[in-house]
């Protein structure tokens, strides 16, 4: 009856050490879009004077020019032609033959659920498409660039 359990006991958590969450759609995911390197250059300024992350900066971005961004995806949607033709871009058009580096940017899936939607209603072609004609706005009109 004495009989000890011959699994071994869990060992104690550490103080401080954060538990993972039972629920992870909280969580803050990576993913990435394409920008120019000249935007790239400025979003690094732009997060180190203000100490924020990139996905604030895009939350940020997003939510100070929300009521422009209507207007600003639909200028650059316009077709190369006359209107006749619907655009084909698939992706924004560049100025020039500007290279282009991806950004890594984390945000929650409710976050992405939220930018997908303002895609949808905005006519943006990508997340991309929204999140950089919302940084070219925010990063015009501030004085971190």
């Known amino acids: 009856m004495g009989e000890s359990d011959p699994r071994p006991s869990p060992r104690p958590r550490r103080p401080g050490r954060p538990t ?6 909280d969580a803050a995911r990576p993913t ?3 920008v ?4 790239f250059d400025q979003i690094q300024l732009a997060r180190e004077t203000r100490s924020v992350s990139t996905g604030e900066l895009i939350a940020i971005a997003i939510e100070t020019h929300i009521a422009e961004l209507p207007d600003l995806i639909a200028a650059s949607n316009r077709p190369a032609t006359g209107g006749m033709f619907s655009t084909r871009a698939s992706r924004l058009p560049r100025r ?5 580096r991806p950004i890594t940017y984390r945000m ?9 939607n303002l895609v949808e209603n905005y006519g ?3 997340r991309g498409h929204l999140i950089t004609t919302a940084l070219r706005a925010e990063l015009a ?3 971190d660039n």
């Open 141 to 143: 009109t501030t004085k």
């Open 20 to 25: 993972k969450p039972q629920d992870d759609s």
């Open 96 to 100: 020039g033959d500007e290279p282009e």
């Open 36 to 39: 120019p390197v000249a935007l």
């Open 124 to 126: 943006a072609r990508s």
């Open 108 to 116: 929650t899936s409710q976050d992405l659920a939220v930018i997908d």
């Open 32 to 34: 990435n879009i394409t």
